[in-house]
Protein backbone atom coordinates (compact mmCIF):
# COMPACT_ATOMS: atom_id res chain seq x y z
CA UNK A 1 0.00 0.00 0.00
CA UNK A 2 1.48 3.32 -0.80
CA UNK A 3 1.94 5.95 1.57
CA UNK A 4 -0.25 8.78 1.13
CA UNK A 5 1.56 12.28 -0.41
CA UNK A 6 -1.67 14.43 -0.16
CA UNK A 7 -1.88 14.37 3.91
CA UNK A 8 -0.20 17.07 5.96
CA UNK A 9 2.63 14.87 6.73
CA UNK A 10 4.85 15.28 3.68
CA UNK A 11 6.98 12.02 3.02
CA UNK A 12 10.57 12.43 1.64
CA UNK A 13 11.68 8.82 2.60
CA UNK A 14 9.47 6.27 2.81
CA UNK A 15 9.09 2.34 3.67
CA UNK A 16 5.47 0.95 1.86
CA UNK A 17 4.43 -2.15 2.42
CA UNK A 18 5.73 -2.06 5.84
CA UNK A 19 2.93 -4.32 7.40
CA UNK A 20 4.96 -7.33 5.16
CA UNK A 21 8.21 -6.39 7.89
CA UNK A 22 5.97 -5.06 10.65
CA UNK A 23 7.72 -7.97 13.27
CA UNK A 24 5.47 -10.88 15.23
CA UNK A 25 2.56 -8.64 13.33
CA UNK A 26 3.78 -9.20 9.76
CA UNK A 27 1.42 -9.98 7.24
CA UNK A 28 -1.49 -8.68 9.50
CA UNK A 29 -0.94 -5.23 10.70
CA UNK A 30 -2.60 -2.27 9.86
CA UNK A 31 1.10 -0.27 10.05
CA UNK A 32 0.87 -0.04 6.23
CA UNK A 33 4.09 2.13 5.81
CA UNK A 34 6.68 4.51 7.76
CA UNK A 35 7.85 7.71 6.27
CA UNK A 36 10.16 10.68 7.29
CA UNK A 37 9.56 13.48 6.01
CA UNK A 38 8.29 17.13 6.87
CA UNK A 39 6.06 17.26 10.11
CA UNK A 40 2.50 17.80 10.05
CA UNK A 41 3.15 20.49 12.62
CA UNK A 42 5.35 22.68 10.78
CA UNK A 43 4.55 26.31 11.27
CA UNK A 44 5.49 28.98 8.25
CA UNK A 45 9.06 29.32 8.12
CA UNK A 46 9.86 26.51 10.62
CA UNK A 47 10.29 23.21 8.90
CA UNK A 48 10.74 19.75 10.93
CA UNK A 49 11.61 16.51 10.19
CA UNK A 50 9.60 13.85 11.64
CA UNK A 51 8.64 9.94 11.52
CA UNK A 52 5.88 8.76 10.75
CA UNK A 53 3.88 5.00 10.93
CA UNK A 54 0.84 5.17 8.90
CA UNK A 55 -2.01 2.81 9.75
CA UNK A 56 -4.96 1.91 7.59
CA UNK A 57 -7.74 0.16 9.01
CA UNK A 58 -9.06 -1.38 5.52
CA UNK A 59 -11.15 1.56 4.45
CA UNK A 60 -9.24 4.73 5.36
CA UNK A 61 -5.81 5.95 7.17
CA UNK A 62 -6.26 5.61 10.60
CA UNK A 63 -6.39 8.82 13.19
CA UNK A 64 -4.37 6.85 14.61
CA UNK A 65 -1.14 7.01 12.66
CA UNK A 66 1.57 7.90 14.85
CA UNK A 67 4.35 11.55 13.67
CA UNK A 68 6.91 12.23 16.06
CA UNK A 69 10.14 14.13 16.00
CA UNK A 70 13.66 12.27 14.43
CA UNK A 71 14.95 13.25 18.34
CA UNK A 72 11.93 11.29 20.13
CA UNK A 73 12.55 8.23 18.07
CA UNK A 74 16.33 8.48 18.45
CA UNK A 75 15.47 8.85 22.43
CA UNK A 76 12.54 5.90 22.25
CA UNK A 77 15.71 3.89 20.85
CA UNK A 78 17.94 4.37 23.56
CA UNK A 79 15.45 3.93 25.61
CA UNK A 80 14.85 0.72 24.31
CA UNK A 81 18.99 -0.18 24.59
CA UNK A 82 18.77 0.87 28.16
CA UNK A 83 15.94 -1.50 29.17
CA UNK A 84 17.69 -4.56 27.28
CA UNK A 85 21.02 -3.77 29.07
CA UNK A 86 18.92 -3.80 32.10
CA UNK A 87 17.47 -7.31 31.71
CA UNK A 88 20.92 -8.48 31.04
CA UNK A 89 21.31 -8.47 34.94
CA UNK A 90 17.77 -8.46 36.17
CA UNK A 91 18.07 -12.16 37.16
CA UNK A 92 19.98 -10.71 40.16
CA UNK A 93 16.95 -8.97 41.61
CA UNK A 94 13.83 -11.41 43.02
CA UNK A 95 11.51 -8.81 41.39
CA UNK A 96 13.76 -8.35 38.37
CA UNK A 97 14.41 -4.62 39.56
CA UNK A 98 15.87 -2.88 42.16
CA UNK A 99 13.24 -2.19 44.46
CA UNK A 100 15.32 0.40 46.35
CA UNK A 101 16.43 2.20 43.35
CA UNK A 102 14.22 3.14 40.39
CA UNK A 103 17.15 4.47 38.00
CA UNK A 104 18.33 1.82 35.45
CA UNK A 105 20.24 4.69 33.52
CA UNK A 106 21.33 8.15 33.11
CA UNK A 107 22.40 9.31 29.56
CA UNK A 108 23.36 12.71 29.15
CA UNK A 109 22.02 14.70 26.09
CA UNK A 110 22.59 18.57 24.90
CA UNK A 111 23.64 19.17 28.43
CA UNK A 112 21.42 17.51 30.77
CA UNK A 113 20.93 13.89 30.99
CA UNK A 114 17.44 11.69 30.46
CA UNK A 115 16.56 9.57 33.05
CA UNK A 116 15.68 5.59 32.02
CA UNK A 117 13.93 4.49 35.54
CA UNK A 118 11.49 1.61 36.60
CA UNK A 119 7.71 3.09 37.21
CA UNK A 120 7.74 2.49 40.65
CA UNK A 121 4.08 4.45 40.48
CA UNK A 122 2.97 1.56 38.79
CA UNK A 123 0.62 -0.71 41.12
CA UNK A 124 1.42 -4.09 39.18
CA UNK A 125 4.88 -3.04 38.94
CA UNK A 126 6.37 -6.79 40.17
CA UNK A 127 3.78 -8.18 37.44
CA UNK A 128 4.32 -6.21 34.22
CA UNK A 129 8.20 -5.96 34.86
CA UNK A 130 7.89 -10.45 34.40
CA UNK A 131 5.23 -9.70 31.91
CA UNK A 132 7.63 -7.21 30.06
CA UNK A 133 10.99 -9.76 30.56
CA UNK A 134 9.14 -12.97 29.09
CA UNK A 135 7.94 -10.93 25.77
CA UNK A 136 11.42 -9.32 25.56
CA UNK A 137 12.20 -12.84 25.19
CA UNK A 138 9.67 -13.85 23.45
CA UNK A 139 10.85 -11.07 20.63
CA UNK A 140 14.44 -11.99 21.33
CA UNK A 141 15.14 -12.97 17.51
CA UNK A 142 13.32 -10.01 16.30
CA UNK A 143 14.78 -7.57 18.07
CA UNK A 144 18.44 -8.70 17.94
CA UNK A 145 17.92 -8.66 14.36
CA UNK A 146 17.12 -5.09 13.98
CA UNK A 147 19.73 -3.87 16.62
CA UNK A 148 22.29 -5.54 14.33
CA UNK A 149 21.16 -4.17 11.82
CA UNK A 150 21.26 -0.99 13.34
CA UNK A 151 24.94 -1.70 14.81
CA UNK A 152 25.83 -2.17 11.04
CA UNK A 153 24.49 1.03 9.76
CA UNK A 154 25.91 2.93 12.21
CA UNK A 155 29.60 1.52 12.17
CA UNK A 156 29.59 2.68 8.43
CA UNK A 157 28.22 5.94 9.68
CA UNK A 158 31.32 6.20 11.74
CA UNK A 159 29.34 6.25 14.59
Known sequence: MKVPTYLKHKPVFVVEDYEKVDGRYANHS???GLSLGL??????GKVEISAKVWRHTGGKWSRQSEELPLHRVLDLGIMIC???LHFREAY???KLYDQDQAQIARVGLQGEAMTV????????IDEDMQLFSEALHRDDELIGERLK???RILREMGY
Open 39 to 44: AQWNER
Open 149 to 151: MLA
Open 82 to 84: QSL
Open 117 to 124: AVCLDNEK
Open 92 to 94: RYE
Open 30 to 32: DAK
